[in-house]
């Protein structure tokens, strides 16, 4: 499984883009890229995921480079409830993968 | 059901004690997962159920930890002799076949 790295924590201001970056450079060719978030006293909830490009939804968009060694998740004009842990996580798609969290990124949104 | 239900969601003991905590998967998800969370840390891989294949046991911490799971429904988690440092969030998750998890809202276990 690849290893990611992110940041611990993050600031930002209501209606502000966010933009959490996570490495990954020992990514397979397999391997799809997934964020979840994670509010407190809640379990995580799957945001997006992607294997290449450029990945929109209702939430966030992800963008991941040609060589796929880091992704970023982007948050278009953040509210006070997007305060949350936002996890990146790296994974075979296809063969029944264990997924492994790391310690995220603490997010939070000031008013 | 419509979600994943963990069961209870808050659980007391003793030092010593055995624990056993209840995890319901959304009906038709063929993968189960148990995690712990340390209070202000990221989730720990435990278990990992895949339809009947045998479980991924790699990331339970002792002996004292076990998970059993019936075909594709209940799954329980099981810590004898708990001690104090097994005082955490005890997150379950469930899916269909490698795609994203759905997760319940955790048993705290709090060990006096």
């Known amino acids: 499984l690849a290893k990611t790295t992110q940041p611990i924590s993050m600031d930002s201001y209501e209606g502000q883009e966010v933009n959490i970056t996570c490495s990954h450079n020992?990514?397979?060719?397999?391997?799809?890229i997934t964020w979840y978030q994670q509010f407190p006293s809640q379990g995580p909830r799957f945001i997006i995921q992607g294997y290449k490009t450029k990945v929109t939804n209702e939430v966030a968009s992800l963008f991941i480079p040609a060589d796929r060694k880091s992704s970023t998740l982007s948050l278009p004009r953040v509210s006070l409830s997007d305060t949350a842990v936002y996890y990146c996580?790296?994974?075979?798609?296809?063969?029944?993968?264990?997924?492994?969290f790391g310690a995220g990124t603490r997010l939070f949104v000031k008013a | 059901g419509a979600g994943v239900s963990q069961s209870p969601s808050n659980k007391v003991t003793e030092k010593g004690k055995d624990v056993e905590l209840r995890c319901d998967p959304i009906s038709g998800h063929t993968a189960l997962y148990w995690y712990r969370q340390r209070l202000g840390q990221g989730l720990e891989f435990l278990i990992y159920f895949q339809g009947n294949s045998a479980p991924d046991k790699s990331g339970l911490p002792s002996d004292r930890f076990s998970a059993e799971r019936t075909g594709e429904s209940v799954s329980t988690l099981t810590i004898q002799r708990t001690q104090q440092e097994d005082s955490a969030v005890y997150l379950c998750?469930?899916?269909?076949?490698?795609?994203?998890?759905?997760f319940g809202s955790g048993t705290q276990l709090s060990v006096l």
């Open positions: 996580l790296v994974g075979d798609n296809t063969g029944g993968f264990k997924t492994i």
């Open positions: 020992n990514i397979a060719t397999n391997d799809y």
């Open positions: 998750a469930s899916s269909r076949y490698n795609e994203k998890l759905f």
